[in-house]
T-cell receptor, first 112, second 112 residues
Framework: QKEVEQNSGPLSVPEGAIASLNCTYS??????FFWYRQYSGKSPELIMS????GDKEDGRFTAQLNKASQYVSLLIRDSQPSDSATYLC????????????FGQGTTLQVKP | DADVTQTPRNRITKTGKRIMLECSQT?????MYWYRQDPGLGLRLIYY???????NKGEISDGYSVSRQAQAKFSLSLESAIPNQTALYFC???????????FGEGSRLTVL
């Protein structure tokens, strides 16, 4: 079992809809969770981080964390064609380990 | 100029050759990482380093070695390249106590 798992997609949503991206992780001691966005041919960039159970909102993006279920998600409201990219979930263990493990990524396509 | 610079950006080599990918950064970060990216597999951690004297293996270190020549420089070597090491390689940096990675533009390696 991979440490961090995502559905590779593609996930296709119409413009203006809510896109829901999901991620599960296997290591219960994981404490820090991140969402990176990667446009085709580009490097990944951080868009959200979350450390506590619950929701964290930043503009059109909401990260949700449920440590009991070992589940983290990213919601994108009012999806735009410019949101079309691969979204990578990343997990870091507790303590200052610095070891960041990524899932395989979910490709999102937002259709005009 | 980019904060995280990788060289070469593209390289084609033959099986059995020694290859070095270099990474330098101007962000002043202590932590540096090497990841490889393959279609459908996301980013997989090869090695990471917290400082010049601290090198750690990642998920897939077999067949690779690294050298942290200075705080700003972290190189990845393939002693004897094989075709299944054909991939896109990313160097990344991070400050202390953070999972925000800053990526270079990637080095595309093809092993024939």
């Amino acid at each position: 079992q991979k440490e961090v798992e995502q559905n590779s997609g593609p996930l296709s949503v119409p413009e203006g809809a809510i896109a829901s991206l999901n991620c599960t992780y296997s290591d219960r001691v994981s404490q820090s969770f991140f969402w990176y966005r990667q446009y085709s041919g580009k490097s990944p960039e951080l868009i959200m981080s979350i450390y506590s159970n619950g929701d964290k909102e930043d503009g059109r993006f909401t990260a949700q964390l449920n440590k009991a279920s070992q589940y983290v998600s990213l919601l994108i409201r009012d999806s735009q064609p410019s949101d079309s990219a691969t979204y990578l979930c990343a997990v870091m263990r507790s303590g200052n380990t610095g070891k960041l493990i990524f899932g395989q990524g979910t490709t999102l396509q937002v259709k005009p | 100029d980019a904060d995280v610079t990788q060289t070469p950006r593209n390289r084609i080599t033959k099986t059995g050759k020694r290859i070095m990918l270099e990474c330098s950064q101007t962000k002043g970060h202590d932590r540096m990482y090497w990841y490889r990216q393959d279609p459908g597999l996301g980013l997989r951690l090869i090695y990471y380093s917290f400082d010049v004297k601290d090198i750690n293996k990642g998920e897939i270190s077999d067949g690779y070695s690294v050298s942290r020549q200075a705080q700003a420089k972290f190189s990845l070597s393939l002693e004897s390249a094989i075709p299944n090491q054909t991939a896109l390689y990313f160097c990344a940096t991070a400050g202390k106590n953070t999972g925000e990675l800053f990526f270079g533009e990637g080095s595309r390696l093809t092993v024939l």
